[in-house]
């Protein structure tokens, strides 16, 4: 595990691939800095008051009489519905502190404003009154409000349970009868467990937003992160990118004004998806990206630091370009799919960078361990919602030389389009089928996107683990094709170059031209 640090006089580590335990790091540095300001420089009332403060205790072990104190806590609270609970038993039990200096309080972000956003009613209710635009929706207690919701907003839907960790039991829904068979397997809907039902933004683009607000009310962004992949997919399983590559000025203003995630439209319409006041997932990377320890300040804005006293008061957005990527165990689990949505699958994290988006992208690839190919033969299959796309992407890889297999709903639409296409047989078509071109080593690259019917969980699921198996690279999203395509034309007209981390802020120190205001141009 890597904490996040700002500090570039660290021994230098492998450039291209810069893991994170992303919620774990962010609880590490919050400890670390309170115990270092506790040695150094911190009042006798300041070290008091964080005094033996042990987050990972807390997180981990629970509050005890013997190892009790001041913790960050509302991590794990935010989502397992368990602020409310835990303040309540804190004021009835009343725990004395290690320092025998008072008692144990939760620290940080109160446990009602945890709540407040995490409790789909409370929240929608605050952004109602802020007057803040999101997505079409309600909230089912039981099938038949399930039904009559989805009636009233059309599919495609999302629907999850409330209160949970990664996406947990999130899908997209696409019917009436998906819908029943979620209800039925997936969760148990009922007054106490709701569902929350959501408009699915087809084509939009996902946003992520990482900012710190201190006690006088100043609120900085750390970060606004585009998503490569649509909105829809995960944000811990999905691709990003810091600076954002293709917003429009008006949405990042409209952005900036607030908020944690949010979804553009295709028709440029800015929607607020949530907010999470705690560490999120992104923090150690946009804190690598920018060059600020944020998990480090927000540590000190909870003691009562200001962020004007912290020497951060803007957003820095950086020339260089950031791509996160997830790292997927998909080959560990024999069986398992590889497609991505709204329940997060990946168990890590990588980072590429470069002063170009396709380079940066093509870094973090490499780091994740996938090998892009540079020639050969690309297999296409896309579900009628993105076939619209597909002329793009096989004309974005027909012109880096590659040549284009299809099977023959795909391939049709090719050959209207004039591009030429090799058609190759379903899996259960008869032989030879796509399947045998893969053990055979003739396809290279796969552009897949599920139609999620029943010929898709078994013909399709098979051919994407027979690929996973022989290690053919497969990318399940148009816009991770277009940026696959983008990253593969890079790489054949430049050598992908190996720069520390450390390098592009002593590039910046020199020109003093990499960090710019916010206000800045993108």
């Known amino acids: 595990m890597l904490a996040i640090t700002s500090s570039l006089r660290r021994p230098r580590i492998r450039p291209l691939s810069i893991r994170s335990s992303s919620f774990s790091a962010a609880a590490a540095q919050a400890e670390r800095t309170i115990r270092q300001g506790a040695r150094n420089d911190w009042s006798r009332d300041e070290v008091k008051a964080v005094y033996d403060s042990p987050v990972l205790d807390l997180l ?3 509050v005890s009489l013997s190892r009790s104190s001041i913790g960050s806590s509302s991590q794990i609270c935010s989502q397992l519905k368990l602020a409310l609970p835990i303040q309540k038993y804190l004021d009835d039990q009343k725990l004395a502190c290690a320092s025998g200096a008072g008692t144990v309080r939760i620290w940080g972000t109160s446990p009602d404003s945890i709540d407040a956003a995490e ?58 009868e998906m819908l029943v068979k979620y209800l039925e397997t997936a969760v148990e809907v009922d007054p106490e ?38 909105a829809g997919v995960h944000s811990g399983d999905s691709a990003c990118s810091l ?91 024999q069986g398992c799919d590889v497609l991505l949505g709204p329940e997060m699958r990946s168990s890590g994290e990588v980072m590429g960078i470069d002063f170009e988006f396709s380079l940066a992208f093509a870094k973090a690839q490499i780091s994740a361990g996938q090998i892009l190919p540079e020639s050969g033969s690309v297999f296409l299959s896309l579900n009628d919602l993105t076939k619209p796309h597909l002329a793009n992407i096989a004309r974005a890889f027909c012109t880096l030389g590659f040549k284009i297999v299809a099977t023959s709903g795909t391939a049709h639409v090719l050959e209207l389009e004039k591009i030429p296409v090799e058609r190759v047989l379903k899996m259960h078509e008869g032989q030879p089928h796509a399947g045998d071109m893969i053990v055979n080593k003739e396809i290279q690259l796969m552009v897949i996107t599920s139609s999620g019917d029943e010929l898709d969980q078994s013909d399709g699921r098979q051919l994407r683990r027979l690929a996973l198996g022989y290690k053919v690279p497969i990318i399940t999203t148009v816009a991770g094709a277009l940026a696959t395509a983008d990253a593969i034309k890079s790489m054949k007209h430049r050598n992908v170059e190996m720069t520390a981390l450390q390098d592009f802020f002593d590039v910046s120190e020199k020109t003093q031209q990499t960090l710019q205001p916010a206000s800045s141009s993108l």
């Open 243 to 333: 600076p954002t590559k293709t917003v429009p000025s008006s949405c990042l203003e409209t952005i900036s004004k607030a908020g944690e995630e949010y979804a553009i439209a295709a028709s440029g319409e800015v929607f607020l998806l949530e907010a999470n006041p705690r560490a999120s997932r992104t923090v150690p990377f946009v804190s690598k990206a920018i060059g600020h320890p944020l998990a480090k300040y927000a540590s000190l804005v909870m003691s009562g630091r200001s962020l004007y006293e912290l020497g951060f008061t803007k957003e820095v957005i950086p020339r260089h370009v950031s791509v996160k990527e997830a790292v997927l165990p998909f080959e560990k689990f």
């Open 60 to 62: 981990f072990h629970g």
């Open 193 to 230: 467990r709701p569902v929350l039902i959501d408009k699915y933004l087809s084509d939009a683009i996902e946003i992520d937003v990482d900012a710190l607000a201190d006690l006088h009310g100043n609120v900085v962004i750390g970060g606004i992160m585009e998503h490569i992949e649509q």
């Open 119 to 176: 409790d789909r009613e409370r929240f929608n209710a605050i952004l109602k009154e802020l007057e803040i635009e999101q997505p079409r929706g309600g909230i089912a207690k039981i099938e038949a409000d399930a039904l009559t919701i989805t009636a009233e907003i059309g599919y495609p839907v999302v629907v999850r349970p409330s209160y949970v960790l990664g996406g947990r039991a999130m899908e997209i829904v696409y019917s009436d």
